[in-house]
C-alpha cells in the first residue's frame, strides 16, 4: 500500500491556482492513472517478446479519461467500451493479474485465456467489454441501460467510443433511441483525434462530436481530456442528468494517445513533434504530480513510494501471466452457449 505523505510537506496556505480538492483524492488518481500507464507499458515489452499474440491496443496517454469518469461513478454503474480496453478494466477494479493473464492467454486469464485483449468481461464490476467492431458497443451500451431503467434502479452505463466510432451508422440509431426512451446513458466519446491512420481533420468536416446530439435533442459538452479534474467534473454533470431521469448526455473527451494506434502502427501519419509536445506539455499524469508537489501535498519520496508500488503490483501480475498455464484443450467447448438460460427466457423459447 502507499505510504501517507508527511503532513510536514504541507505548507500553512495553498498556492491560488491550486484546485478545491483533497490530497487523498489526488494520490488516487495518481496511482490509477499510474497504474493504468505502467500496466500498458508491461504489456508492450510482453507483446515485443511474442508472449501476448492477436491485437494490442494500449491506451498510454489517454488514463485521465477512464479515471476521471469513474470517479463520477457509483457502485452498481456499467462501462462498456471498445478494443482499447485495459485501462478501463483496470479504472473499474479489475485485478491486473487477471487482466495480464488475460492477455497472455492464460486459464488465469478473466476469459479463461480464451478472449484475449480485446474480449475480457467481469459481471462483478460491471465491466462489459471489450468489442472489437467500431462502434459495436454502442447499442449495447444504450441496451444496458434500457436493462437498468426497465429494472427502475438508478444506474448508469457509460459507453465509451473513438472519434472514428463517431462516424458509424449506428451510433445515430442508438441516439435516437436513447433520448426516445430516456435511458441513463453517457455516451463517452474518447476524442484522441486519430482513427488508425486517419486523422479527424481529413475523415470529417463537422469536428465538433459532441454537438451531433443536437439533432435527436441529446445535449453534450467538450472535456479536457489531459486534466483527470475536469473530466470529473464533467462526469458527474453527466451523470446527474441520467440519474434525475432525463435521458443520455455526451461527452467529447479530448485526449491524446502516445503509442500506435495498435501494435502494429508504422506512425507515418504524424510526426514525432507531435506526439513530443504532448507528452511534454500534456501529459495527465505529471499533471496531476504537479498539484501534488506545488500543492504540498507530497514530496518527491512519498511518490517515488506510489512508484514503486505500482511497479510491483505490474510485475507481480505478469509473473502471475507467465506462470499461469495455457487453458487446456477442453476449453474449447466451454463458455459457447449460455448454461443457465433465465427462466422467462426458456418459457418464450417454450412458446
Ligand atoms: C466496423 C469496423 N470497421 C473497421 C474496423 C477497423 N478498425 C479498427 S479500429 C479502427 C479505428 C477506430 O478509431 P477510433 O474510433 O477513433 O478509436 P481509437 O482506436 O482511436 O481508440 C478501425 C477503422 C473495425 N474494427 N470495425
Ligand atoms: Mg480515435
Not at 492464460?106 to 462502434?135: C, D, L, P, Q, T
Not at 476524442?191 to 441529446?218: D, E, P, V
Not at 464533467?234 to 442528468?241: L, M, T
Amino acid at each position: 500500500m502507499a505510504r501517507k505523505p508527511t503532513d510536514t510537506a504541507r505548507p500553512a496556505k495553498q498556492p491560488p491556482n491550486q484546485p478545491n480538492v483533497s490530497r487523498d483524492e489526488l494520490l488516487k488518481y495518481y496511482r490509477e492513472m499510474l497504474l493504468i500507464r505502467r500496466f500498458e507499458e508491461k504489456a508492450g515489452q510482453l507483446y515485443g517478446m511474442g508472449l501476448i499474440g492477436g491485437f494490442c491496443h494500449l491506451y498510454i496517454g489517454q488514463e485521465a479519461v477512464v479515471v476521471g469518469l469513474e470517479a463520477a461513478a457509483k457502485e452498481g454503474d456499467k462501462r462498456i467500451t471498445s478494443y482499447r480496453d485495459h485501462g478501463h478494466m483496470l479504472a473499474s477494479g479489475m485485478n491486473a493479474r487477471g487482466v495480464m493473464a488475460e492477455l497472455t492467454g492464460r486459464i488465469g486469464g478473466y476469459s479463461k485465456g480464451k478472449g484475449g485483449s480485446m474480449h475480457m468481461f467481469s459481471r462483478e464490476k460491471h465491466f462489459y467489454g471489450g468489442h472489437g467492431i467500431v462502434a459495436a458497443q454502442v447499442p449495447l451500451g444504450a441496451g444496458l441501460a434500457f436493462a437498468d431503467k426497465y429494472n427502475g434502479n438508478d444506474n448508469v452505463t457509460f459507453t465509451y467510443f473513438g472519434d472514428g466510432a463517431a462516424n458509424q451508422g449506428q451510433v445515430y440509431e442508438t441516439y435516437n433511441m436513447a433520448e426516445l426512451w430516456e435511458l441513463p446513458v453517457v455516451f463517452v466519446i474518447e476524442n484522441n483525434q486519430y482513427a488508425m491512420g486517419t486523422s479527424m481533420k481529413r475523415s470529417t468536416k463537422s469536428t465538433t462530436l459532441f454537438g451531433r446530439g443536437a439533432a435527436f435533442g441529446i445535449p453534450g459538452e467538450q472535456v479536457d481530456g489531459m486534466d483527470v479534474l475536469a473530466v470529473k467534473a464533467a462526469g458527474e454533470k453527466a451523470v446527474a442528468h441520467c440519474r434525475a431521469g432525463k435521458g443520455p448526455y455526451i461527452l467529447e473527451v479530448m485526449t491524446y494517445r502516445y503509442r500506435g494506434h495498435s501494435m502494429s502502427d508504422p506512425a507515418k501519419y504524424r510526426t514525432r513533434e507531435e506526439v513530443q509536445k504532448m507528452r511534454d506539455e500534456r501529459d495527465p499524469i505529471e499533471h496531476v504530480r504537479q498539484l501534488l508537489l506545488q500543492g504540498g501535498h507530497a514530496v518527491e519520496d512519498d511518490l517515488k513510494a506510489i512508484d514503486k508500488d505500482i511497479k510491483d503490483i505490474v510485475n507481480d501480475s505478469a509473473d502471475f501471466a507467465r506462470e499461469s498455464p495455457e487453458p487446456p484443450l477442453e476449453e474449447l467447448w466451454t463458455d459457447i452457449y449460455a448454461d443457465d438460460v433465465p427462466q422467462h427466457a426458456a418459457q418464450d423459447l417454450n412458446a
